[in-house]
Nanobody, 119 residues
Framework: QVQLVESGGGLVQPGGSLRLSCAAS????????MGWYRQTPGKERELVAS???????NYADSVKGRSTISRDNAKNTVSLQMNSLKPEDTAVYYC?????????????WGQGTLVTVSS
């Protein structure tokens, strides 16, 4: 059983910063891609940023330039540094990982961490 646990969400004022972290645990052979998605009521879950095992990154246009995704392959963790936060960044942020276990590939989701941007 592979699990993802997010942390770092909370209340922040507009223009502030937040760092989200996600740790994968379980019987993991390797992780191909790790990423962050977000979802707000009435809206589809959308990609915020992703990073491959070799460090290739991808960002949504809405966060490009003010967010940085990084990972530690040895620790099976991924982080998202978010700066200059806007009210529209308010959402539940979910960690995602494409995990290779000893026998097959799995796509695993964390339960999410809430980010609220408000004055």
């Amino acid at each position: 059983q592979v699990q993802l646990v997010e942390s770092g969400g909370g209340l922040v004022q507009p223009g502030g910063s937040l760092r989200l972290s996600c740790a994968a645990s379980g019987r993991i052979f390797s992780i191909n891609v790790m990423g962050w998605y977000r979802q707000t009521p009435g809206k589809e879950r959308e990609l915020v940023a992703s990073i491959t095992s070799d460090g290739t990154t991808n960002y949504a246009d809405s966060v490009k330039g003010r967010s940085t995704i990084s990972r530690d392959n040895a620790k099976n963790t991924v982080s998202l540094q978010m700066n200059s936060l806007k009210p529209e960044d308010t959402a539940v942020y979910y960690c995602n990982a494409q995990v290779i276990v000893p026998s097959r590939r799995l796509e695993v989701w964390g339960q999410g961490t809430l980010v609220t941007v408000s004055s």
